[in-house]
């Protein structure tokens, strides 16, 4: 704490400093709550999503190796156009959520092409959409995560410096303006005795 003036203006100053921060905290304490909720709703996210991904790359082995001795080139139609991303806002924090991802038309010869080719597309994109899920769940992740140390910071600064710190100068300033009245009390009395006692030696003269 730095040096506190020790006058009636500091002392109106740190009190109103003390509701304010003391108004402030539970709005911070429960956005670090909803951060923190939220945080571990992604994760289950994330790990839903992963574990469909392995299952769909485990799946797809069996295409990868009827592709390979086919020699069919696949990859033009593997490619999205675009990645649709929206936005989720939690506790004043925005984080990017997963829409969906578009491909390109597939184009080829339905007579000369295997059969297997239109499943063999269908699974291929899943995969690739939910890697770009995967992706997405995890920056969002990240950026609560960012966040979550940020409000946990400003939690900590209120509850362990900033309030201890206007508590404790309020009462040193409020120890001293007390101490101020009880002395300027005594000098008051004091010189009214001095009065009083000049007056008595004057009148007995």
Do not use: C
């Not at 003391?22 to 909803?34: A, G, S, V």
């Not at 936005?87 to 339905?110: C, H, M, Q, S």
């Not at 000369?112 to 769940?137: C, F, G, H, N």
């Not at 400003?154 to 710190?165: C, D, Q």
């Amino acid at each position: 704490m730095g040096k506190i003036k020790l006058t009636k203006g500091e002392l109106k100053k740190q009190r109103d400093s003390l509701r304010q921060y003391e108004r402030y905290l539970p709005t911070l304490q429960l956005k670090k709550q909803q951060l923190q909720l939220e945080i571990l709703h992604q994760i289950g996210l994330l790990e839903e999503r992963s574990l469909s991904l392995r299952a769909k790359e485990r799946a797809a082995e069996a295409w990868l190796g009827l592709l390979a001795e086919s020699g069919l080139d696949l990859k033009p139609n593997l490619l999205p156009e675009t990645i649709s991303i929206g936005a989720k806002n939690i506790a004043g924090v925005d984080i990017p959520t997963f829409l969906r991802a578009d491909f390109i038309f597939a184009e080829y010869d339905l007579f000369v092409t295997p059969l297997w080719v239109d499943a063999t597309i269908e699974s291929l994109r899943a995969m690739i959409a939910l890697r770009e899920e995967v992706k997405v769940v995890e920056r969002g992740i990240d950026i609560l995560r960012h966040e979550l140390r940020i409000t946990t910071q400003r939690v900590n600064l209120f509850e362990k410096v900033k309030i201890p710190e206007a508590k404790e100068a309020v009462r040193l300033i409020k120890i001293y303006l007390g101490d101020q009245m009880s002395n300027a009390v005594g000098r008051s009395k004091m010189a009214k005795e001095r009065i009083e006692e000049s007056l008595l030696a004057g009148a007995a003269l």
